[in-house]
């Protein structure tokens, strides 16, 4: 096993060094209420403005995926504000 790279600070993880790996998952999500208008709404216009999208571009407004290594400091920094919320609301 080689040593790897925390992908945080980039401290370099020696074999047998402990690690952790963080993987993140981010899915789009809909609760079966759709707020359309109708009378505004050009369903052929918004077919074609979909169309025109590259397939790669759509996946990742519904299914993205991030996996990284973590040295244990910087996993106590992640797991501490995983968020970035404003301190005090962690
Ligand atoms: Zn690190």
Redesign the pocket.
Known sequence: MSSQL??????V?NPGELLYRVSIKVRADFDGIININAKEIDLKKEFEKIQSVPEDLLEEEVYREFDFI??????E?YCANPLHLPFGRT
Not at 6 to 11: A, K, T, V, Y
Not at 70 to 75: A, E, H, I, Q, S
Request: one cysteine or more; aromatic letters at 0%.
């Open positions: 925390c992908d945080r600070c980039n401290r993880v973590l040295c244990p400091r910087c996993k920094i």
